[in-house]
């Protein structure tokens, strides 16, 4: 379980996170993203990314760990998206 961390979508199925704790190169992680929120609630996606990279950095005097991930997210929503169309 990684808190609390930024993650911002790279390009091409990978993701860049900015996390307190590191992560080793090939394990697998859950993202859970927030699709967007109505008044019923936030609707969110989860879906698995490996760790392609982890480097330590300093962000404001404080120790933390940029992790490239990678993980096939746009495939699967344009796959959904013309299942539903038939």
């Not at 992680?29 to 609707?43: K, N, P, Q, W």
């Amino acid at each position: 379980m990684f808190p609390d961390i930024v993650v911002q979508e790279a390009r091409d199925g990978e993701w860049i996170a900015i996390s307190r704790e590191p992560a080793t190169i090939g394990e697998t992680l859950v993202l859970d993203i927030v699709l967007h929120a109505d008044d019923d609630g936030e609707v969110r996606e989860r879906f698995d990314v490996c760790v392609i990279d982890s480097q330590p950095l300093v962000v404001e005097g404080d120790l933390r760990h940029r992790l490239r991930l990678f993980g096939n997210y746009d495939a699967r929503i344009l796959f959904e998206q013309q299942v539903r169309r038939g």
